[in-house]
């Protein structure tokens, strides 16, 4: 039997989608055999936070602490623990519990767990009961299993969004086998796109980005791409037709992405990582001709998440972000829902404190 044994500690979080986040005291569950307990030092901001907090998706729990792009340091570790030592650096992304003896799991790819994957925050948990509280807070709980190693990133801040938006690229960038002699095209450019650009590059392949924004076509550049296409340049994108391996699509709003499926070679894919709230039509033609698909992907799995923040450790890849104090979290969820960041907001928890 569970024990359920507490301790509070502070937190930002909401009551209601129509209430801004304020905040509160939340249970943590006191530590057991196989659990680490961290001081969260920061956390990124998650368009997909934004969603829940609002229950753009139906079924938040409220109330609600958001965040999963969690980093810190291992301020105590269970009796059993063997992998983690007080003071070290941590990691808690989007996953923080299956089942792991499903096939799935077994497989290392948790996210698609049969039993169903417990997420960071709004999701059932299984120790206290309620809903899981994300790492908008001080402090994080969680069994070891589902905790990464974090390298020592010179811009441990900037570290953060890998632990989201970073496996999110990665793992179909990888998948689709991204490298040299890929043609590989990044649709859109924002938290996701950003950061995909910088790793299809780190993989060696040569990297197209298309944006619906003139201002990003020369951000594309800087950022590493080797070409930038302007979506609306109709002349422009006729030159890429039947180009392009594989189109990793970022873009979370209704789209057209019949159009990109005819930039593909033979056997290529369009994969999809946004989240669009209005479903999106394929034409047959546009599949069968060249046999081609249209995919997707979500997150990754642990192991895989730890491979990822060492590929990113070892290219010195980190998220462009601006560092906030979590008193403007509710104004950065205001600009976040604008579009208006380069390319992610990340807390500095100590801010917390500061309250």
């Known amino acids: 039997m569970q024990t359920k044994q507490t301790k509070q500690t502070k937190a930002y979080g909401t009551t209601s989608a129509a209430e801004p986040l304020k905040e509160m005291l939340i249970d943590r569950r006191e530590i057991q055999a196989h659990d680490v307990e961290f001081e969260i030092l920061y956390c990124g901001i998650c368009h997909s936070d934004l969603h829940q907090i609002k229950d753009d998706f139906g079924g938040t729990m409220f109330p609600i602490v958001p965040g999963h792009e969690m980093v810190g340091r291992v301020t105590a570790v269970g009796n059993h623990v063997k992998n983690f030592k007080v003071g070290e650096l941590a990691a808690v992304g989007c996953i923080v519990d299956s089942c792991d003896h499903c096939e799935y799991c077994n497989d290392g790819i ?37 905790v990464l190693h974090m390298p020592e990133f010179q811009d441990l801040a900037a570290s953060a969004p890998l632990l989201c938006a970073g496996i999110t690229v990665y793992s179909p960038l990888k998948h689709w086998q991204a490298g040299p002699g890929k043609k590989i095209g990044i649709l859109g450019i924002g938290g996701l796109g950003h950061l995909a650009v910088k790793i299809a590059k780190a993989m060696g392949a040569h990297v197209t980005v298309f944006t619906t924004s003139p201002s990003k076509v020369e951000d594309a550049i800087r950022l590493g791409a080797d070409e930038a296409v302007l979506s609306s340049d109709n002349e422009k ?119």
């Open 110 to 146: 948790e996210q698609f767990c049969d039993e169903g994957t417990t997420y960071s925050f709004n999701s059932p948990d299984k120790y206290l009961g309620g809903a899981t509280l994300g790492g908008f807070s001080k402090t994080y709980v969680c069994h070891e299993r589902y």
């Open 237 to 355: 994108m006729q030159q890429y037709a039947r180009s392009l391996h594989f189109i990793l699509d970022t873009v979370s709003a209704k789209h057209d992405v019949n159009i990109y499926l005819n930039l593909l070679r033979h056997d290529g894919s369009v994969v999809l990582v946004g989240l669009p709230p209005e479903a999106l039509e394929i034409g047959a033609f546009n599949v069968v001709m060249g046999r081609k698909s249209f995919s997707g992907s979500n997150i990754g799995g642990i192991a895989e998440t730890q491979e990822m923040l060492d590929f990113c450790f070892e290219h010195n890849i980190t998220a462009e972000s601006e560092i906030i104090n979590i008193q403007d979290v509710n104004a950065a969820f205001e600009r976040l829902e604008r579009g208006d960041v380069k390319y992610r907001f990340v807390i500095d928890m100590n801010s917390l404190s500061a309250e």
